[in-house]
DNA sequence: GCCAGGATCGTCT
DNA sequence: GACGATCCTGGCG
């Protein structure tokens, strides 16, 4: 995967990003769920224009946006399109791989489907904090590979956004079909994205 | 299983 | 001074 990756539409790289690995250090999980967050879009951070806080969802892609939800938990997002374009997908759950053993100690939680079902679950499982706000995506401590064997065929199906008051009825979250990974089930009517 | 409530703090009004 | 792109626990069926 290359930055090119993140340099396209927001909805493309949500969408894409199914069943990709993500790796953060000793800690690694396929990637089950996303949300895309595009600039006018009333529910993106970068809606209201550029702040002190959003300032690295203006800047290149294929960065972390990184913020703090709640006073508590951390978000972890990846800046997409052109620099200039302040639109993000937000990575809310994965299916652990590797590292689990320190997951479980970080979250204080046994159950697998516990460590990483919710973008702050999943923050916490990796070990991020705000430090890794700006960083870049192709350095260490991360390492991201795309879908393969069967990741690169799984169902993507999408539906509303999770969590958000404003543009809640936006189909833009996307998820692996039927996985027992992600942070919320679906309602009872689905679409399949393309 | 479902729901209500509380934790906790950076950011913007 | 109010408000979250959340999570966990406890109470009640």
Not at 52 to 80: D, Q, W
Request: net charge negative.
């Amino acid at each position: 995967m290359n930055r090119q990756f993140f340099d396209r539409s927001v909805h493309e790289v949500a969408r894409d990003l199914i069943g990709c690995r993500l790796a953060i250090g000793p800690t690694a999980g396929m990637v089950v769920e996303t949300e895309a967050y595009e600039a006018s879009d009333p529910a993106c951070h970068a809606y209201v224009g550029r702040t002190a806080r959003n300032e690295v969802l203006f800047g290149p892609p294929g960065h972390a946006y990184v913020y703090l939800s709640y006073g508590i938990h951390s978000l972890l997002n990846f800046v997409t399109e052109p620099e200039g374009t302040a639109s993000a997908v937000l990575i809310r759950a994965l299916e652990p791989t590797e590292g689990i053993d320190l997951m479980r100690e970080r979250r204080g939680q046994e159950r697998i489907e516990a460590l990483c079902s919710g973008p702050g679950k999943l923050a916490e499982a990796l070990g991020i904090d705000l430090s890794l706000n700006g960083a870049d995506l192709f350095q260490p401590p991360f390492e991201l590979s795309e879908p393969a064997g069967e990741w690169a065929t799984v169902d993507v199906v999408t539906g509303p956004r999770i969590g958000i008051t404003k543009a809640a009825d936006l189909p833009w979250r996307y998820s692996v079909s039927g996985s027992r990974y992600v942070s919320r089930p679906w309602p009872a009517t689905v679409e399949k994205a393309a």
